[in-house]
């Protein structure tokens, strides 16, 4: 993993053409901005993780126990 | 049209056609080795339908088309996965929630409206779109009175 350190309102760009900014940092908190075109998706990872969870518990249904 | 059979675990052998195999971009979220799947009908007129890997005989996703249970469960895509999908306003496309029941309780049944899975009908292709909204429950319980949205996080 490359590790950059960083400064308030301090950026990197990834592959020219997204940027993400430090724009708060206040204890355990940072807040990001980021800037990318629009055909990139951003998503927070727990998301990513929830669904993963859920998908394993769905690959487990017993059709015996699906609803008429 | 060739047929082609499959062993499965929960359906026994199955007769398809190159034609009905639905490619996932990607996989299932959690299953990336797994790309080709049959649509095949749970029961008789039941809404339900399984998502049967070929590649992998265990492997099967139940699924509803949400307005089964939803009226205004109208989630709106990135560009991206619409370019990825080739979705164009016209293209024909089906949406599926995969459904999750613990085991012996079918009355905790819940959809997960976060990630649904879109088909272009036209060339097979799917994929697991990710809905980074707090609106769209993870877990939505199909037998609660409807909550049309949650606090955001």
Redesign the interface.
């Known amino acids: 993993m490359l590790v950059l350190t960083r400064k308030l309102n301090q950026s990197i760009i990834i592959n020219g053409e997204i940027e993400v900014v430090v724009l708060e940092v206040r204890g355990e908190q940072v807040r990001l901005g980021i800037k990318a075109p629009?055909?990139?998706?951003v998503?927070?990872k727990e998301?990513?993780d929830?669904?993963?969870?859920?998908?394993?518990?769905?690959?487990?249904?017993?059709?015996g126990?699906?609803?008429? | 049209m060739s047929t082609q059979t499959v062993s499965t675990i929960?359906f026994g052998v199955i007769e398809y056609t190159p034609e009905d195999v639905i490619r996932v971009m990607g996989g299932?979220?959690?299953?990336p080795s797994y790309e080709q799947y049959l649509i095949l009908q749970?029961?008789e007129g039941?809404p339900?339908r399984w998502l049967q890997s070929l590649d992998e005989p265990s492997?099967?996703?139940?699924v509803v088309d949400p307005s089964h249970f939803l009226s205004d469960y109208a989630p709106e895509m990135?560009?991206?996965?619409a370019?990825d999908l080739q979705l164009t306003e016209e293209t024909a496309r089906l949406v599926y929630t995969?459904?999750?029941?613990?085991?012996?309780?079918?009355e905790e049944?819940t959809l997960?409206l976060?990630?649904p899975i879109v088909i272009n009908a036209e060339s097979g292709v799917a994929k697991?779109v990710?809905l980074?909204d707090p609106a769209y429950s993870?877990?939505f319980e199909v037998n609660r009175a409807p909550q049309p949205t949650e606090a955001a996080a």
């Open positions: 629009k055909d990139v998706p998503h927070r998301i990513f929830q669904i993963q969870d859920e998908n394993r518990a769905a690959s487990e249904v017993d059709p126990d699906i609803p008429e | 929960r299932i979220l959690g299953f749970h029961k039941s339900f492997l099967a996703f139940l990135e560009l991206r996965h370019l995969i459904v999750t029941i613990p085991r012996g309780k079918p049944m997960n976060a990630g697991q990710v980074d993870i877990k």
